[in-house]
């Protein structure tokens, strides 16, 4: 047993990136033409991370203060971010997602979610149901582990669910 629990670890290691490498593809693949790679993440994270300062997106991705902040400037002069005097702290620069780039995110991840429905519409009913109930085990067992000491419907109320684009 304890060599298919190492090889389920090292298949889940390796397929899980693999995954989302896919639809992080189809995310971009469905990116508006005028907006980089970069500029795409930047939207991403702070859809993620609302109200996030300049620091906290070049930490996130690694890159310098200066390319951080050039980069926001031109999405703020887009309309795409909104940056804003801190709640707390006027001297805080809080950066989020303006509607419209709220709107860009969502016309992307519906592409995407469109894209991932006509691939699984090939598999049988058996197939789709032994998928969700894999994917309900898997987060059950790292997302959510038995220590907890929530009951299991209040386990499985915690976690996301499908949600309409």
């Known amino acids: 047993m ?3 629990i190492e090889e389920l670890a090292v298949r889940l290691m390796e397929g899980i990136p693999r995954l989302m490498g896919y639809i992080r593809s189809k995310m971009r693949q469905h990116r508006r033409s005028d907006l980089s790679l970069a500029q795409f993440r930047t939207l991403l994270f702070f859809r993620r991370h609302p109200r996030s300062s300049l620091s ?3 930490a996130h991705y690694g890159l ?3 390319t951080a902040s050039r980069m926001v400037d031109n999405l703020v002069r887009r309309g ?3 940056r804003e005097s801190g709640l707390e702290d006027r001297r805080q620069i809080e950066l989020y997602l303006s509607r419209q780039g709220r709107k860009l995110l969502t016309s992307a991840e ?5 894209n ?5 519409t090939d598999l049988s009913p058996e197939e789709i149901q032994k998928i969700d109930e894999g994917f309900e085990l898997l987060l059950e067992a790292l997302v959510f582990p038995k220590t907890s000491d929530r ?3 209040e386990k499985r109320d ?5 949600r309409r684009l």
């Open 110 to 114: 519906k592409a995407t979610l469109k």
């Open 64 to 66: 310098s203060q200066a």
């Open 151 to 153: 009951s299991p419907k």
């Open 56 to 58: 906290a997106l070049s």
């Open 80 to 82: 795409l971010i909104v």
């Open 116 to 120: 991932l429905k006509e691939l699984l």
């Open 2 to 4: 304890e060599d298919k």
């Open 158 to 162: 915690l976690r996301p669910k499908g």
